[in-house]
């Protein structure tokens, strides 16, 4: 994972390619299906196609739900 620091903004990046799916294609699965929005790394150049982007900007309990769900959804795409 990479972690940077902006704005006193946390995120964390993290590669989804094992999934099949390109980043953006994660990135819409998992708001349309988990209902957790996060963003897809192309958007922030070459170095991070293939990641998704998450946001720390969620209280504590809000965010391991959200972390609970992707995993819920990158287990699904490995299971196929």
Known sequence: HKEY???RQMCIETDVRRTGLGAQ????R???GYGVSVLA???FGP???GHIR???????ERLA???RRIAQ???QLLAL
């Not at 294609?25 to 819409?28: P, Q, S, T």
Request: with cysteine; charged share 30%; proline share 0%.
């Open 65 to 67: 739900e959200a972390c």
């Open 41 to 43: 790394g192309e958007a």
């Open 25 to 28: 294609a994660f990135a819409e």
């Open 47 to 49: 170095s991070v196609v």
């Open 73 to 75: 959804c990158t287990a």
């Open 5 to 7: 620091r902006r704005q």
């Open 30 to 32: 998992l708001l349309e």
């Open 54 to 60: 998450i946001a720390l900007v969620l209280d504590r």
